[in-house]
Nanobody
Framework: QVQLVESGGGLVQAGGSLRLSCTAS????????MGWFRQAPGKEREFVAA????????YYADSVKGRFTTSRDNAKSTVFLQMNGLKPEDTAVYYC????????????????WGQGTQVTVSS
């Protein structure tokens, strides 16, 4: 079992920045590919970013490429999502997820999910 707890969400003006954190406990964190997803009201959950178990590979949705950066600190069992240049359309609940795979970019590849953290971007 893996427990995931996100933090760092909040209200920010357009153009601003936030840094989300997700701390894992339980199973060996360094073996898990990690990902970030988001869900806006009335919309399906969508992929945002993924990072490999070693941190050596990352992958981003086109909508956030160049603005968001994911990283991880395996010693602290924590993954981060740095969000810059935020837009109102980035408003959503953001979830981190852990995969048994070392690198995963599809929703169905993820096995554990956090409770989510709200990000609201005002115009």
């Amino acid at each position: 079992q893996v427990q995931l707890v996100e933090s760092g969400g909040g209200l920010v003006q357009a153009g601003g920045s936030l840094r989300l954190s997700c701390t894992a406990s339980g199973r060996t964190f360094s073996n898990n590919g990690m990902g970030w997803f988001r869900q806006a009201p009335g919309k399906e959950r969508e992929f945002v970013a993924a990072i490999s178990s070693s941190g050596g590979s990352t992958y981003y949705a086109d909508s956030v490429k160049g603005r968001f950066t994911t990283s991880r600190d395996n010693a602290k069992s924590t993954v981060f999502l740095q969000m810059n240049g935020l837009k109102p359309e980035d408003t959503a609940v953001y979830y981190c997820a852990a995969s048994y795979s070392s690198f995963a970019i599809r929703y169905r590849q993820y096995n554990y999910w956090g409770q989510g953290t709200q990000v609201t971007v005002s115009s």
